[in-house]
């Protein structure tokens, strides 16, 4: 089973982009799962997480701006990122608990531009 996350780019700031997180395999179970970003020379910081039941949270720094939504019938978690500001330039990277194993995707690239 693995975790591949897909939708990163290049945008303007003031854009959305929608990045997708899809479990691939022989996939059994699915709990929490969640969105992690790092910037270059930064650490690796948490965006937000869902549960198996649709209950999110969100870092203070997107609230309001990104949205962590689920589609369990296809094993995916999207993140919705909308009013992007350079700040957010960042690898992004999910993360999720599929079979009882802590998966982590590989990240995808998202560059705002001011």
């Known amino acids: 089973v693995q975790l591949q996350a897909s939708g990163g780019g290049l945008v303007q700031a003031g854009g959305s982009l929608r990045l997708s997180c899809a479990a691939s395999?022989?996939?059994?179970?699915?709990?929490?799962m969640g969105w992690y970003r790092q910037a270059l020379g930064k650490q690796r910081e948490l965006v937000g997480t869902?549960?198996?039941?649709?209950?999110?949270k969100y870092a203070d720094s997107v609230r309001g701006r990104f949205t962590i939504s689920r589609d369990n019938a296809k094993n995916t978690v999207y993140l919705q990122m909308n009013s992007l500001k350079p700040d957010d330039t960042a690898v992004y990277y999910c993360?999720?608990?599929?079979?009882?194993?802590?998966?982590w995707g590989q990240g995808t690239q998202v560059t705002v531009s001011s």
């Open positions: 993360d999720g608990v599929i079979n009882r194993i802590h998966l």
């Open positions: 395999g022989s996939v059994f179970s699915t709990n929490d």
């Open positions: 869902i549960t198996a039941g649709g209950s999110t």
